[in-house]
């Protein structure tokens, strides 16, 4: 046998069924931008020490095919960046087609056509949340007293801070928002933050919540888990495990006990509205907790979207009743009012088209098909710009009977007298957190450890 045919034999020896065909990953994807001339752009990280077994046998004479057939298996995918770019991503089981989500949402819509059908699914749905959770039962309170920090008034509403311990040695903080002046009681608004940059120190939140109060409602604008002041016990990378979701369902609980117990609370009057994760947050509160009489989930509700955070779909909530997806969780709050706010430029993009059609049908069995709106804005994308204010202003206004909100001449709210507070301002802890109180847990596995003996 000549050296030749011993080089080619050996060669051959590493691409044989003995070994699956095996090609490194980032070889593969060589091969595919140079058969099918695109550009796949990807960091080292998602490549190194990953193999394609069967690699030449996945190519097909089609581009999108031939990725998908490779990818796969690996959990990963691309997404088009431009016209034949493309961007190595891990595989995102929360992301759905429209039309994939929509084909589960009519089969889960199947299962019920009456109100008394409906009734018996989210009679078994509930408990089964709670379960998901890993709250059935109820952790106990830890029954310490809130901390609270001193008063700051403005022309015609007022702000403090306060943190509540909702687990031993867990804290979250948020900001109480009230009108100056008032007698008797008022609305209560829970205003959970969303991920976006800057916590619920940015402006945005500010806006909105000082704008409520000065429409008549004490508002309370609060952290995630592993976000905002709650990093001075855990760290970012723990706002993404599966636990951050239980964490933050019951911090929202806890709140709302502190709230609906103070004299001026009116328990008859509650509300519920946060954007992007917190929309998700607040469509399973209400599904979950009775005391919330009205929300508004803003650009977050969509059936072709699970929530892109484990915060949001971390727990296996979604698995219960064979399945189910956050239009039903949103259909739970009926009879309740509801308002959807979606856009164009996010998964909410298609919502008149399909999934606000269920809502008004569930809505339908109670004979109350108005209580629930949609304010789409086409043109928009993913925040809680003036607009959505506007709509969530425009709809809690009327569903809590507030004051109306300051207009200008065009019609939009005039926020110029809310005061955009420094972030420091708006800390329970100082500035380095020194006041953090010293039973105070430090890193998730400390957390991990009493939760788990909790029982």
């Given at each position: 046998m000549s050296c030749s045919c011993l080089m080619i034999l050996q060669a051959g020896a590493q691409q044989n069924s003995d070994e699956a065909y095996r090609r490194p990953l980032r070889e593969v994807l060589?091969?595919?931008?140079?058969?099918?001339?695109?550009?796949?752009?990807y960091p080292d990280s998602m490549v190194n020490n990953k193999w394609v077994s069967y690699a030449d046998w996945?190519?097909?004479?089609?581009?999108?095919?031939?990725?998908?057939?490779?990818?796969?298996p690996l959990d990963l995918k691309l997404k088009k960046d431009k016209e034949r770019v493309y961007k190595l991503s891990v595989y995102e089981y929360y992301r759905w087609t429209p039309e994939e989500g929509w084909a589960e949402l009519d089969r889960i819509a199947a299962l019920y056509n009456d109100k008394k059908s409906w009734e018996a699914r989210k009679a078994a749905l509930r408990p089964c949340l709670l379960d998901a959770l890993q709250l059935n039962p109820m952790p106990a309170s830890p029954g310490s007293k809130p901390i609270i920090t001193a008063e700051r008034k403005y022309k015609d509403y007022t702000v403090q801070n306060i943190a509540l311990e909702i687990f031993p040695g867990v804290y979250v903080s948020g900001s109480l928002y009230r009108p100056l002046r008032y007698k008797g009681k008022i609305?209560?608004?829970?205003?959970?933050?969303?991920?976006?940059?800057?916590?619920?120190?940015?402006?945005?939140?500010?806006?909105?919540?000082?704008?409520?109060?000065?429409?008549?409602?004490?508002?309370?604008?609060?952290?995630?888990?592993?976000?905002g002041e709650s990093l001075l016990q855990f760290n970012i990378d723990d706002h993404r495990r599966s636990l951050s979701m239980t964490m933050q369902v019951l911090a929202t609980l806890r709140i709302?006990?502190?709230?609906?117990?103070?004299p001026d609370a009116d328990t008859n009057r509650v509300a519920i509205t946060g954007g992007s994760g917190a929309g998700s947050h607040t469509v399973l509160l209400t599904a979950i907790d009775d005391r919330i009489k009205v929300s508004?989930?803003?650009v977050s509700l969509?059936?072709?979207?699970?929530?892109?955070?484990?915060?949001?779909?971390?727990?296996?909530i979604h698995a219960c009743g064979g399945r189910t997806d956050n239009m039903e969780i949103a259909a739970m709050a009926a009879p309740r009012p509801q308002l959807v706010v979606s856009d164009g430029r996010d998964w909410t993009d298609r919502m008149p088209e399909h999934d606000f059609p269920y809502l008004k049908k569930m809505y339908g069995y109670y004979g109350v098909a108005e209580k629930v709106e949609n304010v789409h804005l086409p043109d928009e994308g993913h925040d809680f710009g003036i607009n959505k204010r506007k709509a969530v202003y425009d709809f809690l206004q009327r569903q809590l009977n507030l004051k109306p909100f300051?207009?200008?001449?065009?019609?939009?709210?005039?926020e110029s007298g809310v005061v955009i507070e420094e972030e420091k301002l708006l800390y329970v802890f100082g500035d380095k957190g020194e006041r953090l109180p010293a039973n105070a847990v430090h890193g998730f596995a400390e957390l991990e450890m009493r939760w788990k003996g909790r029982r």
């Open positions: 060589d091969s595919i931008q140079t058969r099918f001339g695109v550009t796949i752009r996945r190519f097909r004479p089609g581009f999108e095919e031939t990725a998908d057939n490779i990818l796969k609305p209560v608004i829970l205003n959970p933050d969303g991920h976006w940059p800057k916590q619920r120190y940015r402006a945005d939140c500010q806006y909105r919540c000082a704008m409520l109060a000065r429409m008549g409602a004490m508002t309370f604008s609060y952290d995630l888990f592993a976000w709302t006990d502190y709230l609906l117990a103070r508004a989930p803003v969509s059936s072709y979207f699970y929530g892109g955070c484990p915060c949001e779909s971390g727990m296996p300051p207009k200008l001449a065009d019609g939009q709210p005039d």
